[in-house]
């Protein structure tokens, strides 16, 4: 059971906009910041937003990240086929001695 | 900028097993450093963490007691000992850089392609 909370799917037609959602607590998501991360099978992770709603060089606008109380979310417009992938949003936990948690991670498929 | 995992394989329940991560392009003694897995059909689970110089360490709870991180700043390299293996530490596990000098300081920016563990009799 992930300590952040997901939806296992979401899914949207080229073009669309989706917003996937990841849900914590005051342990985690309250006090720190949330970070996302894109996952294609068979590469490696890649960081899409950090620190709530920063994009690193090279992701594209389309991509945007968004924190409230104990919830953060991260939006993607104008839908592209590459876009589909896994999802996951992921925040520093500062109960048991502190550790990084993850959310259960969402699956986009481009419909 | 580059992280690449090995040592992976198959291992028997209550074997031991030791990855490395080899780090090139970037200043590796500035920087956390974290090793995060992927179970078959799971999502990410993070490992263990350690900070710049050694000094401040962090495990996930399913494997404390039974795996050691350390880390190598004049060669470049991140090692992750995992003694008394389970089946359920069966996993594709991924080397990270964190973005900060400290363990909750920022996000992981640079992964691996990962190493495969296979905990299985």
């Known amino acids: 059971q992930s300590v952040l909370t997901q939806p296992p799917s979401a899914s949207g037609a080229p073009g669309q906009s989706v917003t996937i959602s990841c849900s914590g607590t005051?342990?985690?998501?309250?006090?720190?910041?949330v970070h996302w991360y894109q996952h294609l099978p068979g590469t490696a992770p890649k960081l899409l937003i950090y620190?709530?709603?920063q994009r690193p060089s090279g992701v594209p606008e389309r991509f945007s990240g968004s924190k409230s109380a104990t919830s953060a979310s991260l939006a993607i417009s104008g839908l592209q086929s590459e876009d589909e992938a896994y999802y996951y949003c992921?925040?520093?936990?500062?109960?048991?001695?502190?550790?990084?948690?993850f959310g259960g991670g969402t699956k986009l498929t481009v419909l | 900028v580059q992280l690449v995992e090995s040592g992976g394989g198959l291992v028997q329940p209550g074997r031991s097993l030791r990855l490395s991560c080899s780090a090139s392009?970037?200043?590796?003694?500035?920087?956390?450093m974290h090793w995060v897995r992927q179970a078959p059909g799971k999502g990410l689970e993070w490992v263990s963490g350690?900070?710049?110089?050694?000094?401040?360490?962090g495990y996930a709870d399913s494997v404390k007691g039974r795996f050691t991180i350390s880390r190598d700043n004049v060669k470049n390299a991140l090692y992750l000992q995992m003694n008394s293996l389970r089946p359920e530490d069966t996993a594709l596990y991924y080397c990270?850089?964190?973005?900060?000098?400290?363990?909750?300081?920022?996000?992981?920016?640079?992964w691996g392609l990962g190493t495969m563990v296979t905990v299985s009799s």
């Open positions: 990270a850089k964190g973005w900060g000098a400290s363990l909750p300081s920022g996000a992981f920016d640079i």
């Open positions: 392009g970037f200043a590796f003694d500035d920087y956390a």
């Open positions: 350690i900070i710049w110089n050694s000094i401040s360490i």
């Open positions: 005051s342990s985690n998501i309250v006090t720190n910041t």
């Open positions: 620190n709530n709603n």
């Open positions: 992921s925040s520093w936990d500062d109960d048991l001695g502190g550790h990084w948690a």
